[in-house]
């Protein structure tokens, strides 16, 4: 049985991955920092650490994507199905 649906294969790619993953990571920082913040100045200024990651992720990102490692780059090759 085929599926009817076709993949269109977007976010599958080096570059979509790595960008998630720094902006992900910038979000948990911002968070945890968030709720300890009650604690000490500290947590305070590691909330805008990770506030900071988050474009620089999404920066990462398209840079890869520009330098052939998105969907249709030519330093991507998806795997077959």
């Excluded at 599926?3 to 790619?13: L, R």
């Excluded at 948990?28 to 506030?51: D, H």
Aim: aromatic content about 12%; overall charge positive; glycine content about 14%.
């Amino acid at each position: 049985m085929t599926n009817p649906i076709a993949d269109p294969g977007h976010g599958h790619s080096p570059a979509a991955w790595t960008g998630v993953i720094i902006m992900l990571a910038g979000f948990t920082i911002g968070t945890v920092a968030f709720c300890l913040a009650e604690f000490s100045p500290v947590w305070v200024a590691l909330i805008w650490v990770g506030a900071a990651i988050v474009p620089i992720g999404a920066l990462v990102g398209w840079l890869l994507a520009r330098a052939g490692y998105g969907v249709k780059g030519p330093k991507y090759s998806p795997k077959a199905h």
